[in-house]
């Protein structure tokens, strides 16, 4: 089990963040980077041409937009 104190995630799941708030322009650097690991991820799945039928592949792509509106 690691260290809550190594493990920054688990400080926010118990509501003990020792950390400061985020700037908002902070946000906006990590929502970017966020949005270019999703976009990476988009292009891996096409490069590695998975064999999805229709409903795999549409369920795929709802998810990924499903994650970039949560974000």
């Known amino acids: 089990m690691p260290n ?3 493990n920054p995630g688990q400080s ?3 509501g ?3 950390g400061r708030p985020l700037t908002v322009l902070e946000l906006v650097v990590v929502l970017e ?3 270019r690991v ?3 991820l988009e292009e891996s799945l096409t490069e590695l041409a998975l064999p999805f039928d229709e409903a795999s592949h ?3 792509r709802e998810a ?3 994650a ?3 974000v």
Do not use: F, H, N, Q
């Open 68 to 70: 970039r509106r949560d």
């Open 64 to 66: 990924i937009a499903a």
């Open 33 to 35: 980077e966020l949005d």
């Open 16 to 18: 003990k963040s020792g």
């Open 38 to 40: 999703v976009a990476e």
């Open 4 to 6: 809550p104190s190594s």
């Open 12 to 14: 926010t799941r118990t």
């Open 58 to 60: 549409v369920a795929a």
